[in-house]
């Protein structure tokens, strides 16, 4: 199956995160980026975690990057999780 990033709707930005996780320790990180409807890169993201379950780094990256979206005054988003 041939999966394809497709950019939000104009006045719309999309967050796509990634999250990761080392099983014998539990290290966790989690980045992605912020794209407009041009596809343009706005921002980049990565924050190292520490211990934590696989969901819970998904949603820290979600959470990090919905702080910064704001931040930045964009109020129209979408978020795609690989979770």
């Known amino acids: 199956m041939f999966v394809r990033w497709s950019p ?3 006045g719309w930005i999309k967050v ?3 999250g990761t996780r080392k ?3 539990s290290q966790a990180s989690c980045g992605g980026v912020l794209c407009d409807h041009a596809s ?3 921002r980049g ?3 190292f ?3 934590c379950s696989v969901i819970e780094v998904e949603l820290w990256g979600i959470l990090s990057r919905l702080l910064v979206v704001w931040e930045l005054g964009y109020t129209y ?3 795609e999780s690989e979770c």
Do not use: C, E, Q, S
Request: proline share 5%; hydrophobic share 50%.
């Open 49 to 51: 975690i520490g211990r």
């Open 23 to 25: 099983d014998a320790k």
């Open 40 to 42: 343009y890169w706005l």
């Open 77 to 79: 988003v979408v978020i």
């Open 16 to 18: 796509n995160t990634h």
């Open 8 to 10: 939000p709707m104009i």
């Open 45 to 47: 993201f990565l924050r």
